[in-house]
Nanobody, 117 residues
């Protein structure tokens, strides 16, 4: 069973920045796609950003220009750098990796991001 460990959430003021980190229990090279989803209270979980094994990135419109997803192969880590944060970015953020070997997706436990003054 793949384990994904997230960290970096917290409380930040509007306009501030946070960096989320997701570390898998096996090599990052075992995954075809690595993404960050978020779920706000009373809303469905939505994709925020995704990066493929080839480095291709996709962002939902509401975060384009403010969020950056990246990977560090040496540290076996995927990041979500969030800037110019808005109250509507408040949500639980989950990392989600799709494993090449079985094409199954795996979820982290979630990390809370709260944007409030």
């Amino acid at each position: 069973q793949v384990q994904l460990v997230e960290s970096g959430g917290g409380l930040v003021q509007p306009g501030g920045s946070l960096r989320l980190t997701c570390v898998p229990s096996e090599s990052i090279f075992n995954f075809a796609a690595m993404g960050w989803y978020r779920q706000a209270p009373g809303k469905q979980r939505e994709l925020a950003a995704i990066i493929t094994s080839g480095g291709y990135t996709t962002y939902t419109d509401s975060v384009k220009g403010r969020f950056t997803i990246s990977r560090d192969n040496a540290k076996n880590t995927v990041y979500l750098q969030m800037s110019s944060l808005k109250p509507e970015d408040t949500a639980v953020y989950y990392c989600n990796f799709r494993r090449v070997a079985d094409w199954n997706t795996h979820w982290g436990q979630g990390t809370q991001v709260t944007v409030s003054s």
